[in-house]
């Protein structure tokens, strides 16, 4: 059997198992299904800021709804309003036509809190509700090394960067999932070094070299499928009860955009600015570890090569997926540094001691 058609039976016997209800692809967008709504939320135990997002689904199509009437409660309390999210975007004959960002609300939460979100929009309604997860991976150390890569066939010059080791310790005596991310926070200090503001932003990375997160990078399968892990999720299968260090980079290219543009825009040389990158391990659940593992099948779908892919589903009355993950969070802070009159789109990067050789060839 091969390693694609293992990944595809996987993702389908793992949903099927799943207690949820499951959807596929072609129920979701078939030209004969009814109109139901879509309700999709990821929420963020360390984050107070959450957004909820509603679409209606209907002969194939999949439109925003900017009106619906969002809930949630928490723990069995009150039910509580979500802010519906609006803005405007321009067609390609000019006209401009409001869509929607999402429902926005304000909570702090915790590991064990049970959440239920409802929505409800022309007689149509959907519910769906999650208990945060304890954290199951502890976090117990991160070192950081400057290296040297080697160029790849005209893909990139040889460069240099930063790699990131970060050991996992994984809860014992349980099967546990997780998922990586990185947040940057760039604060403006003033003349005495205070923090006076700030700006957070996605912070990225590249784990394509890691064999738990990217098993088949860098390989032939590569080639058939494509990236092999979108959302940088993992199992503890091959350090169940153990550690394991994952080895990780900055990436070669970044992108910043909007409120990163904007924080930049008061500074002048001279000015300083300091920065924290936050390091964070999700702790899943079994449903949104398969969930997002099938999102990546989707994306990769090779037609008649591969099995119509199951999404598992938690959302009653309508179509989606709702979630809140719980992370555990290394910070490592980064010294001042003088405003050079250009934003530091490379910021820290080249602040460890480079290996006298490099650790890519």
Not at 49 to 63: A, K
Not at 93 to 101: I, M, Q, V
Not at 160 to 182: C, H, S, W
């Amino acid at each position: 059997m091969t390693a694609m058609k293992r990944y595809i039976l996987m993702i389908i016997a793992a949903a099927l198992l799943a207690t949820s209800c499951e959807n596929t692809v072609e129920t979701i967008w078939s030209d004969q299904n009814e109109a139901m709504l879509v309700l999709n939320a990821q929420l963020m135990q360390d984050s107070p800021s959450h957004r909820v997002f509603v679409h209606c689904s209907e002969g194939g199509q999949n439109n925003d709804v900017i009106d619906a009437e969002v809930f949630y409660s928490v723990n069995g309390g009150p039910q509580k309003k979500v802010t519906p999210m609006t803005s405007w975007e321009e067609w390609y004959d000019g006209s401009l036509h409001e869509k929607s960002d999402g429902y926005r609300f304000v909570e702090n939460f915790t590991a064990g809190d049970r959440v239920s979100l409802r929505a409800s929009w022309h007689g149509l309604t959907a519910t769906g509700e999650f208990t945060f997860p304890e954290s199951a991976a502890k976090i117990t150390a991160v070192d950081t090394a400057r290296i040297v890569l080697s160029g790849d066939e005209g893909y990139y010059d040889t460069h240099i960067t930063r790699q990131y080791r970060i050991t996992v310790k994984d809860a014992p005596g349980e099967k546990n999932y997780y998922m990586l991310r990185f947040e940057d926070v760039m604060y403006r200090l003033d003349p005495t070094g205070k923090k006076i503001d700030s700006v957070v932003i996605s912070g990225s990375f590249d784990a394509s070299d890691d064999h738990v997160l990217h098993p088949v990078e860098n390989s032939l399968m590569e080639d058939i499928i494509g990236r092999d892990n979108y959302y940088e999720t993992f199992t503890d299968e091959m350090f169940a009860d153990g550690d394991y260090t994952i080895k990780v980079t900055d990436p070669m290219y970044g992108a910043y955009f909007g409120a990163w543009a904007e924080f930049w825009e008061p500074f002048e040389e001279g000015d300083s600015y300091c920065m924290d990158r936050r390091i964070k391990v999700y702790t899943l659940t079994f449903d949104e570890y398969i969930y997002l593992r099938a999102i990546d099948a989707a994306g990769n779908d090779l037609g008649f090569m591969t099995e119509p892919v199951i999404f598992p589903g938690n959302v009653s009355g309508g179509l989606g997926f709702v979630t809140g993950v719980t992370p555990e969070v290394w910070t490592l802070e980064f010294p001042a540094e003088p405003f050079t009159g250009e934003p530091p789109y490379n910021a820290y990067r080249y602040t460890d001691p480079i290996p006298e050789e490099p650790l890519y060839e």
